[in-house]
Structure formats: C-alpha cells, structure tokens
C-alpha cells in the first residue's frame, strides 16, 4: 500500500517558520511531481508550491520569495521552508505526488493534511 505522510505543522507566531516535510512510503518505483497544497476554511484547496522530477519550481504569488520547495528523492520525500508566516497563510497543508507504483502505474496521492496556523 502506497501512502503520503505530511509533519512538520504546527502553531506559530506572525514571522516565524515552519518546515513542513511529506515522505512516501510504499512500493514506488518512481515519483514524478510533487507539491503542497493548502486549504483554508470555506474555501478551495489552492497550490502553494510544484516541483518536477528534475528540480523545476513553481509557486503562488502569495508565497514567492517566502516559501521554498524542495525534495530528496533518495528518502522520497518533499519539504516546504516556510518564513516570513502571515496570518492569513493559516490552512491545512496537503501534500500530492504523481508515483508510479510497482506493477500498478503512474497515480496521483495525497496525504492526509497538517494544519498550519499562524497568530497575529
């Protein structure tokens, strides 16, 4: 069975930082993109922030220059640094990745969510 599990979330202070990671565990034969989506209350599930296979990156405007993304994918796992936290950054934080699993084929994942919230 194939799972993503995000941590790293927490309660913070306007200006702080909080590294979100999200590891999948599973029989993975390869994983292609991956990134970090959040949803706050009453509204959509928004992108934060992509990653491709080779390291390419893409990112909200909201978050630009504040959040960064990043992978390992010897640990198949995908981080985001998060600095400069404003308030209105308060959501649940979904990881997904595209994984192409052993004898089944590329799908897409998500986990299970971790709550970020920021205090003014």
């Known amino acids: 069975q194939v799972q993503l599990v995000e941590s790293g979330g927490g309660l913070v202070q306007a200006g702080g930082s909080l590294r979100l990671s999200c590891a999948a565990s599973g029989r993975i034969f390869s994983i292609n993109g991956m990134g970090w989506y959040r949803q706050a209350p009453g509204k959509q599930r928004e992108l934060v922030a992509a990653i491709t296979s080779g390291g390419s990156t893409n990112y909200a405007d909201s978050v630009k220059g504040r959040f960064t993304i990043s992978r390992d994918n010897a640990k198949n796992t995908v981080y985001l640094q998060m600095n400069s936290l404003k308030p209105e950054d308060t959501a649940v934080y979904y990881c997904?990745?595209?994984?192409?699993?052993?004898?089944?084929?590329?799908?897409?994942?998500w986990g299970q969510g971790t709550q970020v919230t920021v205090s003014s």
């Open positions: 997904n990745a595209e994984l192409w699993v052993v004898s089944t084929g590329w799908d897409d994942y």
